[in-house]
T-cell receptor, first 114, second 113 residues
């Protein structure tokens, strides 16, 4: 079965432009997470979706960041007016919301803001 | 959230056992201990988790101290492919923040041929 996929794998953009990052979770997984990882750092939680519940947006660093999850499956993370400090690897994970909810990660999108 | 403390880096030789320590002195009774690892240029992958008893799976073993204030991930026979950053994370079973995994910097494991 397919794992979590993310696109694009790499994105280079200019400061001030908007970017959209996509995540396709494992089929049937009800929980979806976005994390950010700056160079040499651990993962920073951004947002969490669980079924039809309101998402936990407590990790979003500013109002330039938003995310949606359509039909309980695919998710898009949007960064508006990108800044150089937004450069990082953006990781998506999904889990089945059963038991200890092992998270399965995608390969990430490497974002570079020039 | 209870925090974990891990050494920044460790080194091992190929085909030798590796013991990766983690301290979690503020662990609560409902916190599970999870280990993930992240190979270079990849997303993290689940390794193992446990609550009180030692656990074994095909990837590794997890030894949990009797007071649960520390744990050790054991790779029985390190290979070059085990070179990665290993993260020890506490996951509370109940509570509003259950879904967030609080990630530290982990232990960067180097495996020498």
């Amino acid at each position: 079965g397919a794992g979590v996929s993310q696109s694009p794998s790499n994105k280079v953009t200019e400061k001030g432009k908007d970017v959209e990052l996509r995540c396709d979770p494992i089929s049937g997984h009800t929980a979806l997470y976005w994390y950010r990882q700056s160079l040499g750092q651990g993962l920073e939680f951004l947002i969490y979706f669980q079924g039809n519940s309101a998402p936990d947006k407590s990790g979003l660093p500013s109002d330039r960041f938003s995310a949606e999850r359509t039909g309980g499956s695919v998710s898009t993370l949007t960064i508006q007016r990108t800044q150089q400090e937004d450069s990082a690897v953006y990781l998506c994970a999904s889990s089945s919301h059963v038991g200890q909810e092992t998270q399965y990660f995608g390969p990430g999108t490497r974002l570079l803001v020039l | 959230d209870a925090k974990t403390t891990q050494p920044n880096s460790m080194e091992s030789n190929e085909e030798e056992p590796v013991h990766l320590p983690c301290n979690h002195s503020t662990i609560s009774g409902t916190d599970y201990i999870h280990w993930y690892r992240q190979l270079p240029s990849q997303g993290p992958e689940y390794v193992i988790h446990g609550l009180t008893s030692n656990v074994n799976n095909r990837m590794a073993s997890l030894a949990i101290a009797e007071d649960r204030k520390s744990s050790t991930l054991i790779l029985h026979r390190a290979t070059l492919r085990d070179a990665a950053v290993y993260y020890c994370i506490l996951r509370r079973l109940f509570g509003g923040n259950n879904r967030k995994l609080i990630w530290g910097l982990g232990t960067s494991l180097a495996v020498n041929p």
